[in-house]
């Protein structure tokens, strides 16, 4: 059985980016998290990254539509 909660080390393992990067994304506000126990570790919520996940598919594609490349001509 899948763990409900991921470490910030987990997060970052599944979309192949720094540590520091998950704790910005999560300190800014763009990744949902919780902070537990007495030392306030962050957990995210595994159902809250595949959210994240598709919002940033969402938001890509989006941006491609409106910026669309442009191959330039052969000279």
Known sequence: MESRFLLLSDVA??????????YHMVRSGELPAIKIGGRGQWRVERVQLEAY????????????AGNPLIERESE
């Open 53 to 64: 996940i598709e919002r940033k598919y969402t938001e890509t594609a989006e941006w491609v």
């Open 13 to 22: 393992a599944e979309l192949n980016v720094s540590d520091s990067q998950v």
